[in-house]
């Protein structure tokens, strides 16, 4: 396949939004054990690792059609800024010097200087753009389309749209495997998870998963992808040599209905042998051993809890809680909650710069 001239959805704007607030307090409610030894020993390995590095966390806020920026030393948010309607997913560039964040209702990609918090520029993205991951050599930016059912990758360098990809109906979660040759998309209403041939383009496998699919993680090996169903409440565990699931697992929260649980953002520790499930309204982070994926813990967080990040050393995990307006600190070597941020309205996506 060809790459496809696209035509550019919007002209990029020359916006200069001023700071919204420092901090930006919480705001309303929106409608919409076994192997203790295990978990021990892998807590211990963990707490190794040192002290977390400080930097800083970025969290989209949906409702609040901004971004509040979390000093993750103090703990602490620092700033809240504007950028656009409707933010959700989200990815700093391989040099940590800007933000890019998926403006659904603006049709666009906006570009975030992260030192003078200013928007700099946009990217074509196509529809309705809910998530997006970065290539490992930070060349090329993957975008799912939620309202056009593709796939749609942007050069960064040129700020153009350099192929669309068709995929599913209602795609959202991305994943891009970690030697970059791999694409993978989920559709929420076509249940599958599309493999997609990179740079070639080409869709090579539609996987089959449970009901409504929200996001891909490869473990950091690339050995392994994890699809969460927020619906069918499962993860599937996917071979991507075999392009098979291989393995499915589920949740249970005791006092909590099965519906009640429903899995969403996943990551995991840069030694694959933790993984991170946020369950939505379950309002909890299951851990997971990577291997074995028996469920070790569920921790307590705030309300209808939807994305993960770990900072740059896995010492601290975030969380962010959507209608408690909110994002938990965990610490991992303990596998602790350790502090609730209050952030703007409607947390959905949050990334974690270094130093």
Same mark, same amino acid.
């Given at each position: 396949?060809? #790459?496809?001239?696209?035509?550019?959805?919007?002209?990029?704007?020359?916006?200069?939004?001023?700071?919204?607030?420092?901090?930006?307090?919480?705001?309303?409610?929106?409608?919409?054990?076994?192997?203790?030894?295990?978990? $021990?020993?892998? $807590?211990?390995?963990?707490?190794? /690792?040192?002290?977390?590095?400080?930097?800083?966390?970025?969290?989209?806020?949906?409702?609040?059609?901004? @971004?509040?920026?979390?000093? !993750?030393? *103090?703990?602490?948010?620092?700033?809240?800024?504007?950028? =656009?309607?409707?933010?959700?997913?989200?990815?700093?560039? *391989?040099?940590?010097?800007?933000?890019?964040?998926?403006?659904?209702?603006?049709?666009?990609?906006?570009?975030?200087?992260? *030192?003078?918090?200013?928007?700099?520029?946009?990217?074509?993205? %196509?529809?309705?753009?809910?998530?997006?991951?970065?290539?490992?050599?930070?060349?090329?930016?993957?975008?799912?389309?939620?309202?056009?059912?593709?796939? /749609?990758?942007?050069?960064?360098?040129?700020?153009?749209?350099?192929?669309?990809?068709?995929?599913?109906?209602? #795609?959202?979660?991305?994943?891009?495997? #970690?030697? %970059?040759?791999?694409?993978?998309?989920?559709?929420?209403? /076509?249940?599958? $998870?599309?493999?997609?041939?990179?740079?070639? =383009?080409?869709?090579?496998?539609?996987?089959?998963?449970?009901?409504?699919?929200?996001?891909?993680?490869?473990?950091?090996?690339?050995?392994?992808?994890?699809?969460?169903?927020?619906?069918?409440?499962?993860?599937?565990?996917?071979?991507?040599?075999?392009?098979?699931?291989?393995?499915?697992?589920?949740?249970?929260?005791?006092?909590?209905? *099965?519906?009640?649980?429903?899995?969403?953002?996943?990551?995991?520790?840069?030694?694959?042998?933790?993984?991170?499930?946020?369950?939505?309204?379950?309002?909890?982070?299951?851990?997971?051993?990577?291997? !074995?994926?028996?469920?070790?813990?569920?921790?307590?967080?705030?309300?209808?809890?939807?994305?993960?990040?770990?900072?740059?050393?896995?010492?601290?995990?975030?969380?962010?809680?959507?209608?408690?307006?909110? @994002? !938990?600190?965990?610490?991992?070597?303990?596998?602790?909650?350790?502090?609730?941020?209050?952030?703007?309205?409607?947390?959905?996506?949050?990334?974690? $710069? =270094?130093?």
């Amino acid at each position: 396949m060809t #790459p496809v001239g696209l035509r550019d959805r919007r002209p990029e704007p020359s916006w200069d939004h001023a700071l919204l607030s420092s901090p930006h307090p919480a705001s309303g409610h929106l409608p919409r054990f076994a192997e203790k030894g295990k978990l $021990a020993l892998l $807590a211990l390995a963990l707490a190794a /690792t040192g002290p977390a590095l400080a930097g800083a966390a970025y969290v989209t806020n949906e409702k609040g059609d901004s @971004v509040s920026i979390i000093d !993750t030393a *103090k703990m602490q948010t620092t700033k809240t800024v504007a950028i =656009g309607q409707r933010p959700r997913g989200l990815a700093l560039s *391989k040099d940590g010097a800007f933000l890019f964040v998926c403006l659904g209702d603006d049709d666009t990609i906006a570009i975030l200087d992260t *030192k003078s918090l200013r928007i700099v520029g946009a990217l074509p993205s %196509g529809p309705d753009p809910e998530q997006l991951r970065l290539s490992p050599d930070g060349a090329t930016l993957f975008v799912a389309n939620e309202n056009d059912a593709l796939l /749609t990758a942007i050069d960064v360098a040129s700020r153009k749209a350099i192929r669309e990809t068709p995929v599913g109906v209602e #795609p959202e979660g991305v994943a891009v495997s #970690p030697d %970059g040759k791999t694409v993978v998309v989920t559709s929420e209403t /076509t249940s599958m $998870a599309h493999f997609i041939d990179w740079p070639g =383009g080409e869709s090579v496998a539609n996987i089959l998963v449970p009901s409504r699919p929200r996001f891909a993680e490869f473990k950091p090996d690339g050995a392994e992808l994890w699809v969460s169903s927020e619906v069918g409440g499962k993860i599937s565990v996917i071979d991507p040599v075999r392009k098979a699931v291989v393995q499915t697992f589920a949740f249970d929260v005791p006092g909590l209905r *099965k519906e009640a649980i429903q899995p969403v953002g996943i990551r995991f520790t840069r030694d694959g042998r933790l993984g991170f499930v946020a369950l939505g309204p379950a309002n909890r982070v299951a851990v997971v051993d990577g291997a !074995t994926k028996a469920v070790l813990k569920y921790i307590l967080v705030g309300q209808r809890v939807w994305h993960l990040a770990l900072t740059p050393d896995d010492t601290q995990l975030y969380a962010t809680n959507g209608v408690s307006n909110d @994002v !938990t600190v965990i610490d991992v070597a303990s596998l602790k909650a350790l502090k609730s941020i209050p952030v703007g309205s409607y947390p959905w996506g949050v990334a974690i $710069a =270094g130093p």
